[in-house]
């Protein structure tokens, strides 16, 4: 018989070097995860998506985009998504790129958006269709419409930690966009590894430049990719720097079309696991959310890249 016994929890001990009991997952697989998926689900199973995290204890769950449905077929039912998940005890965020899309996010019942910038020129160019300046405008009117009817605005930077054209990115322009989206008074930054090659040290860096140039850490969020296995490293080093809100989708679905991997995402499930592992509650249940991944990696037609659902599963 073996000695291995199988566990279904993690082994727990706190980490002296983090001082807290509790972190906000912020859920982005119905958002950020099935945008960049071959498959495109229909409106009820995303809907049943939504409902499957928020059993299992999501509280954060980012529910779609308005974005160009010719750019994004993924996404086009957001606002159906968005009105049915409505009667959950959730919030729903979703993603909006411009006045247009904050119009038609509105009309649809959104009270609790997130606009996006990308740090660098060239992912602005390739992936948004925009130059940087022009972004910047556009998300800064959309900012101003949201706070001026009382909307929740959590802002993204994309491609933080290195960009697949330019290569290194330049802290000082992380700092200087984020001291931006700050002054139009977003609530929340989220940090995106867009291609997920951060490292643990970088990460330590970029939020130490943050905090140093006045941002609160309350406000700094990371949202890690796991392209080269190192995201829960990465988050492990900002729950050292104070950070306490972390994206992540379930299954570790989505990813990047622009990095060279299957992987996506941080897996929830991974994240969990850890954050569990340290102590620390999150209010998931690690079962319940691993089911809903496999359920939802099955209906993508693929397996889940999370390792902690993929061994509760076998
Ligand atoms: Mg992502």
């Keep these: 018989m073996s000695a291995v016994r199988q566990l279904g929890l993690p082994m727990t001990q706190a980490d002296p070097g983090i001082d807290v009991d509790t972190v906000e997952i912020w859920e982005v697989a119905p958002r950020d995860g099935l945008q960049a998926e071959s498959v495109t689900l229909d409106a009820d199973t995303k809907v049943e998506l939504i409902e499957r995290l928020a059993q299992a204890g999501a509280r954060?769950?980012?529910?779609?985009?308005?974005?160009?449905?010719?750019?994004?077929?993924q996404m086009a039912d957001?606002?159906?998504?968005?009105?049915?998940?409505?009667?959950?005890?959730?919030?729903?965020?979703?993603l909006v790129p411009n006045l247009r899309g904050y119009e038609l996010a509105r009309a649809a019942g959104a009270d609790d958006i997130a606009v996006?910038?990308?740090?660098?020129?060239?992912?602005?160019?390739?992936?948004?269709?925009?130059?940087?300046?022009?972004?910047?405008?556009?998300?800064g009117e959309v900012v101003a419409r949201a706070i001026a009817d009382g909307v929740r605005v959590r802002?993204?930077?994309?491609?933080?930690?290195?960009d697949p054209w330019e290569g290194a990115v330049a802290t000082d322009e992380v700092v200087r966009l984020a001291s931006v989206m700050r002054s139009w008074g977003v609530e929340q930054l989220s940090l995106g590894d867009t291609i997920g090659v951060a490292t643990p040290g970088q990460v330590r860096g970029i939020v130490r430049a943050l905090v140093d140039s006045g941002i609160p850490v309350g406000e700094i969020a990371l949202h890690m990719h796991d392209t080269y296995g190192m995201a829960v490293a990465n988050v492990h080093a900002g729950l050292e720097e104070g950070v306490r809100v972390f994206d992540a989708a379930a299954g570790?679905?989505?990813?990047?079309?622009?990095?060279?991997?299957?992987?996506?995402?941080?897996?929830?499930?991974?994240?969990?696991?850890m954050l569990e592992?340290?102590?620390?509650?999150?209010?998931?249940?690690?079962?319940?959310?691993?089911?809903?991944s496999i359920w939802l990696t099955?209906?993508?037609?693929?397996a889940p890249t999370s390792r902690v659902a993929t061994a509760l599963s076998r």
């Design 60 to 73: 954060i769950i980012e529910a779609g985009s308005f974005v160009r449905a010719d750019r994004v077929p």
């Design 78 to 94: 957001s606002a159906e998504v968005l009105t049915r998940a409505a009667a959950l005890e959730v919030r729903t965020p979703v």
């Design 116 to 139: 996006f910038l990308s740090v660098t020129e060239s992912f602005s160019q390739q992936n948004l269709g925009a130059a940087r300046a022009t972004m910047e405008t556009v998300a």
């Design 155 to 162: 802002g993204y930077l994309s491609m933080v930690f290195g």
């Design 252 to 273: 570790g679905v989505g990813g990047c079309p622009f990095a060279r991997s299957a992987t996506g995402n941080l897996a929830t499930d991974d994240l969990v696991w």
């Design 277 to 292: 592992g340290l102590g620390i509650r999150t209010g998931i249940d690690l079962d319940a959310l691993t089911e809903t």
């Design 298 to 302: 099955r209906a993508l037609g693929k």
